[in-house]
């Protein structure tokens, strides 16, 4: 009876033993499975996020068709005229910021530009304003302007104080820029960086 109870013994530690090798078994397929299958959405995340990628550089690709490509940006002309702070959402909810020229080179041809797609009579906001400090021009990022291209042969700009706090580029001036109340409506051109 006793080397039964042995074998009876004997054969539940085989079972138990064989039964904790099939769990460690299952528990290496599973976290293998478990890797696999973070593996797989990484690979999923990163499919969409080059996805999106595509699918903004179309995008630019569209806006620089419909309108032109100056110096790594392009520039898309908005003739409807708006306030400053309209037509600096437009901007901003298409993917972009208003027009701010940074050389020489730039304003001129955006001024060309403008000329062609807006009218030779208007003016076009720019994306540079002296709300926070009166004489102080900043662009949309709160950074100062370097580059300035104020008409001050004539008229002296900017000449408006503080009820004059936004600026504008003037097409009948060659492209010389005029400070201008920011509740006045204008045309505007949006820009976008090219990636």
Same mark, same amino acid.
């Given at each position: 009876?006793?080397?039964?109870?042995?074998?009876?013994?004997?054969?539940?530690?085989?079972?138990?033993?064989?039964?904790?090798?099939?769990?460690?078994?299952?528990?290496?397929?599973?976290?293998?499975?478990?890797?696999?299958?973070?593996?797989?959405?990484?690979?999923?995340?990163?499919?969409?996020?080059?996805?999106?990628?595509?699918?903004?550089?179309?995008?630019?690709?569209?806006?620089?068709?419909?309108?032109?490509?100056?110096?790594?940006?392009?520039?898309?002309?908005?003739?409807?005229?708006?306030?400053?702070?309209?037509?600096?959402?437009?901007?901003?909810?298409?993917? =972009?910021?208003?027009?701010t020229p940074?050389? %020489?080179?730039?304003? /001129? +041809?955006?001024? #060309?530009? *403008? !000329?062609?797609?807006?009218?030779?009579?208007?003016?076009?906001?720019? =994306?540079?304003?002296?709300?926070?400090?009166? %004489?102080?021009?900043? /662009? +949309?990022?709160? #950074?100062? *302007? !370097?580059?300035?291209?104020?008409?001050?042969?004539?008229?002296?700009?900017p000449d408006?104080?503080?009820?004059?706090?936004?600026?504008?580029?003037?097409?009948?001036?060659?492209?010389?820029?005029?400070?201008?109340?920011?509740?006045?409506?204008?045309?505007?051109?949006?820009?976008?960086?090219?990636?």
């Amino acid at each position: 009876m006793a080397v039964r109870g042995f074998w009876v013994v004997f054969g539940l530690l085989l079972l138990s033993q064989s039964s904790l090798q099939q769990k460690k078994r299952n528990n290496k397929k599973d976290s293998t499975t478990t890797a696999a299958i973070e593996e797989l959405q990484k690979q999923i995340n990163d499919i969409v996020q080059e996805l999106n990628v595509l699918k903004e550089q179309q995008a630019l690709q569209t806006v620089c068709l419909k309108g032109t490509k100056i110096l790594g940006k392009c520039f898309l002309a908005n003739p409807a005229k708006k306030t400053f702070h309209d037509a600096n959402d437009d901007c901003i909810a298409k993917g =972009g910021s208003l027009s701010t020229p940074l050389t %020489g080179d730039e304003n /001129d +041809q955006l001024y #060309s530009y *403008v !000329r062609q797609s807006v009218g030779p009579e208007d003016h076009i906001w720019l =994306g540079i304003n002296d709300m926070v400090t009166d %004489g102080h021009w900043v /662009d +949309q990022s709160g #950074s100062s *302007v !370097r580059f300035k291209n104020w008409e001050t042969e004539i008229t002296l700009q900017p000449d408006g104080g503080s009820s004059q706090n936004c600026a504008v580029l003037s097409t009948t001036a060659n492209g010389k820029w005029f400070d201008e109340n920011c509740r006045a409506e204008k045309a505007s051109v949006c820009e976008f960086n090219i990636v």
